[in-house]
Structure formats: C-alpha cells, structure tokens
C-alpha cells in the first residue's frame, strides 16, 4: 500500500472515529435528558401522592374524636341514668365519690404527631423535586457542552415551571413583600 492511499485511510478512519465519538456523545446527553426529565415527573407525581395520602390519613384520623365523643356521650348518659334514674337524683344532699368518665386525649395527639410527620415527609419530597430540578435546569443545560448539545437537541422538552413545589398564599405574599409577622396562636 502507498503511502498516500495509507494517509487517505488513516484519515478517513480518524473522521469515523471523530463522528462515532461525537455521536456517543449526542446520544448520551439525550438519555440523561431524558432521564432527568423523567426524573422530575416521577416527583412531582410522587409528591402528589404523598400530599393527597397525608390529607386522607388526616381526614380520616380527625374523625375518630368525633365518633369518641358521640359514643362518651352515650357512656355518660348511660351511667347517669342508671345511677341517678330517669330524671336524675332528687336528694338535697348527696355524699358520693364519682367516677366518671373520662375524655382520652391521647387521640389529639396521635393526630398531633400525624400532622408534623406528614409534614416533614413533604417537605423531604419538596426537596428532592428541587434538587433534580436544579440539577437539571441550572446545572446539566446552562454546562458547557452539555448545555449547547441539549438545547441543539430541542431540551427541556416540557415545561419545568409546571412542576414546581407547592407553597401557600401566605409564604408568596411574605416573598412578595418582604415582610413576616409573627404568628399568632391565640
């Protein structure tokens, strides 16, 4: 083989190599895209989830007082009648040590700690949708050459305003103002 014909190949087989490499490349920031952006919807459904999930267990758990007065009301009228008959006792002077029923409040703090774990469990959610969206959109696109590549490659391909955390009107109008009153608890 001439030296000519061998430069040519080797030449050739260098822009193969340059064109397999920059092609391993492409693909591989489409896939992490992809796979981010995956990443993000599971989140944000999974922070769906774990909100509507805290709500129901909460719904439901605030019913059980409820039901425990209906049924301590029962209990107390039950033992008052049978104590005093049906129009109560009648004596002028009644020398008795009652007892009476009592209210459990163990109940008011079980729904106590259900509210601060479903809470905290939110928020450990929240920050993990935050993360993959920062790592993502501030990170991974504004990197050079990822960045550059992504967006040739037409990413973000979904809107990431939309899968954003959930706040209150109160946290965006302290943001919106600057300004935070104490809380008041009574």
């Not at 719904?59 to 009228?77: C, F, H, I, N």
């Not at 590549?149 to 103002?177: R, Y």
């Amino acid at each position: 083989m001439s030296l000519g014909v061998k430069i040519i190949l080797s030449v050739i087989s260098s822009v193969i190599l340059i064109l397999m490499i920059g092609c391993g490349v492409v693909c591989g920031v489409h896939n992490k895209c992809v796979r981010q952006e995956a990443g993000i919807k599971a989140q944000y459904k999974d922070n769906q989830n774990k909100y509507d999930n805290h709500f129901k267990k909460l719904k439901e758990l605030v019913q059980v007082p409820e039901m425990y007065v209906e049924d301590l009301k029962k209990v107390w009228d039950g033992v008052m009648r049978g104590r005093y008959g049906k129009d109560g006792s009648r004596a002028t002077w009644q020398w008795l040590k009652e007892h009476n029923p009592t209210l459990d409040t163990s109940m008011y703090k079980k729904i106590q700690n259900v509210i601060e774990a479903g809470r905290v469990d939110f928020e450990n959610h929240q920050r993990m949708l935050l993360d993959k969206k920062r790592l993502y959109e501030d990170t991974y696109l504004k990197t050079f050459p990822t960045g550059a590549i992504a967006s040739i490659l037409g990413f973000p391909k979904m809107d990431l305003t939309v899968m954003d955390i959930v706040t209150s009107v109160e946290t965006e109008n302290v943001f919106k103002t600057k300004k935070s009153d104490p809380i008041k608890l009574k």
